[in-house]
């Protein structure tokens, strides 16, 4: 990959990391695209969630912390696909739950500035999270 890509999106995905940490809801708000969607599956089955069901979901949330480690990215003209390996650390009922996701990230440059519109979110192996991560 490209060096340049790998700056890009990785300064990128790191702003989105931070805002969220920070519950930064104005910056969220400005990186996330009005028609943004995060498309994933748990244990009931595959789900979809627009802008406005995530901002309010990530509030509620106690986040511990997330590791990122970019893994590739193709850029077109204004489009950008990332693929992005994710650790994420959670509170539930006051226990840290480590949760390990391999993104697919739709970034879009409108008016000079850069915004998420699609996130495919798929669940990596127990196994494979703590082997990646040890």
Not at 20 to 47: Q, V, W
Not at 49 to 59: H, K, S, T, V, Y
Not at 75 to 88: K, L, S
Request: glycine share 6%; charged share 25%.
């Amino acid at each position: 990959m490209a060096t340049d890509r790998c700056e890009l999106i990785g300064s990128l995905e790191r702003e989105w990391r931070d805002a969220l940490c920070a519950k930064d809801m104005e910056r969220l708000r400005a990186l996330i695209h009005p028609n943004f969607a995060l498309i994933g599956s748990r244990s009931s089955g595959p789900f979809t969630m627009g802008r406005d069901e995530w901002l309010e979901a990530i509030q509620k949330r106690e986040l511990v912390g997330i590791d990122l480690n970019v893994k590739d990215a193709a850029v077109f003209n204004d489009v950008i696909v990332a693929t992005v390996e994710a650790n994420w650390c959670v509170k539930y009922r006051g226990k840290p739950v480590q949760d390990c996701v391999l993104l697919t990230d739709v970034w879009v440059c409108e008016q000079g500035q850069w915004q998420v519109v699609r996130r495919h979110s798929s669940p990596v192996p127990t196994a494979d999270c703590i082997a990646a991560t040890s």
